[in-house]
Nanobody, 125 residues
Framework: QVQLVESGGGSVQAGGSLRLSCAAS????????MGWFRQAPGEERAFVAT????????YYTDSVKGRFTISRDNAKNTMYLQMNSLNSEDTAVYYC??????????????????WGQGTQVTVSS
């Protein structure tokens, strides 16, 4: 079992920044690839970013490339999502998730085994 808890969500003006954190407990954190997903009202939960167990590889959905940065600190069992240049389209509930390591980085929901409860991010214009 892996327990995940997101924090750092809130309200911010368009163009502003926010940093989300995901604290993990239970099994060894470094044994999992990690990812961030988001879900806006009336929409499907969508992939945002993922990072290898080692932190050596990352991948982002096109809409956040150059604005968001995913990172992890395995010694602290914590993953982060730094979000810059936020716009109204970024408004959503953000979820962190853990995936068992496989041959490629996971971008699909079904690849992830554990999920946090979500944290709301609201960007006002």
């Amino acid at each position: 079992q892996v327990q995940l808890v997101e924090s750092g969500g809130g309200s911010v003006q368009a163009g502003g920044s926010l940093r989300l954190s995901c604290a993990a407990s239970g099994r060894t954190f470094s044994a999992y690839d990690m990812g961030w997903f988001r879900q806006a009202p009336g929409e499907e939960r969508a992939f945002v970013a993922t990072i290898r167990w080692s932190g050596g590889r990352t991948y982002y959905t096109d809409s956040v490339k150059g604005r968001f940065t995913i990172s992890r600190d395995n010694a602290k069992n914590t993953m982060y999502l730094q979000m810059n240049s936020l716009n109204s389209e970024d408004t959503a509930v953000y979820y962190c998730a853990a995936a068992r390591v496989s041959g490629s980085l996971a971008t699909q929901r079904m690849r992830y085994d554990y999920w946090g409860q979500g944290t709301q991010v609201t960007v006002s214009s």
